[in-house]
Structure formats: structure tokens, C-alpha cells
């Protein structure tokens, strides 16, 4: 499918690992330029090895005034993939400042201020644009020691529908996706433990975790113009868990 991406401006958070990584392979691949955002310059020193003509940005996303010094000035942005966040996983009785202030630093306020740069952006410019919030199943479920996590995720869920509402006049659409886990080597590592795992698939319809493949082309769907009756979705990729 051609999802007519070639030469469109996309700006990635969370870009040095993980589905970040792999969205900003695949958007190179389609002929995008891509501004790739990560806070470990080692993974955008060897993304841009693996995909020349990428730029990068390092920048810690929980630091509001050194993101809004480093991303200040980028663009011309069409395409934004709010991809970064944390996950600090504790009982509820042993959730702690830290956690909690990290956990809303980055997988929400983050996702409101780089947004924010963007979406200005596109309105001075009169563009259209598209953003696409990478949420999760935990948005929707409650899930053992991860009372922060869902926290944040169900706030962006409601955050992508007020965005929707509210940027929808200026011709910007948002939508989010919501995994179930995902096997990056993050997610494999996490759920090798085969007791752990079937917990998870035994809630699941489809039996088996998600690829990150199967992530990232949701994203490139919902970044082309093939949805562009598409915004204010959360959008699952989570093999039926939040049908159960």
C-alpha cells in the first residue's frame, strides 16, 4: 500500500530504541525526513548509521526547558509520533514521588509540550498535519503494579481526544494506538518468564504478544491520508485483550 509519505516532515520521540527505532526505519524507508528524538546520543549516533539522512535530537523530554530549547526550533514538522515513556513498575502501597513525577514528566506532560511545538507550528504555517500518541492496553485495564503506568496511559488516551477536538478545526488529526506488550527486546526480556507470559496470552484471543511490526504499521496508517477521516481514535493492537 502506498501511504504517500515521501518528503513529509516527521518528528519521533523515544527514537533510539524499540518501536521508536523501528518507526523512524520505516518512515526513512517511505521517503519521510525524519528529526529523531532520543536522550541517549549513542542509539541516534548508530540509527543514523543505519539510516543516513536522519536528524537527530538529544534531549531528556522530562527536562521541560531543555525540550523546549532543543525542539523550539525544528520543522518544518508534518507528521509527529509521540513515542517516549517511562515505566517504573511498584505495588500501589510502594509508589513513590520519584516514580510518580518521572512517569507524568515524560509519558504526559512530554507528549503535551512536544505537541504543542508542533501543532503551533503547523497553524503558523496553515498545514495539515498528523499526530499519532503511542499509548497502551494498560490505558484501558488494571494491571498489577502498575498503578502509575496506567495512569499516565489513560490520561493520554483522554489527552489524544480533547487534542482531537480542539486542533481538528486546523486540520491536524490525532489519533493513539494502544499495544498489548510488544516483542522488543525490552518485551522479551520482561515476559521470559513462561508463568508470567501466560498470565498475559491466557487474556488474549489471539494467543501470542504483538510484533513490533504490527505497531508500527498501525502508526503508518494513521500518519497517512488512508485514515484521513481518522482522529480522536485510540486505536488497539493487543490481539483482542481489551475485547475480554
Known sequence: MDLRLAGRWALVTGAGKGIGRSIVKALHAAGARVVAVSRTQADLDSLVRECPGVETVCVD??????TEQALGGVGPVDLLVNNA?????????EVTKEAYDMSFNVNLRAVIQVSQIVARGLIARGAPGVIVNVSSQASQRGLTNHSVYCSTKGALDILT?????????????????????????????AWSDPQKAKAMLDRIPLGRFAEVENVVDTILFL????SSMTTGSTVPVDGGFLAT
Open 85 to 93: 515513556a517511562v515505566a517504573f513498575l511498584q505495588p500501589f502501597l
Open 61 to 66: 523530554l522530562a527536562d521541560w526547558e531543555a
Open 223 to 226: 500518519l497517512s491520508d488512508r
Open 161 to 189: 481526544k480533547v487534542m482531537a477536538v480542539e486542533l481538528g478545526p486546523h486540520k491536524i488529526r490525532v489519533n493513539a494506538v494502544n499495544p498489548t506488550v510488544v516483542m522488543t527486546p525490552m518485551g522479551q526480556a
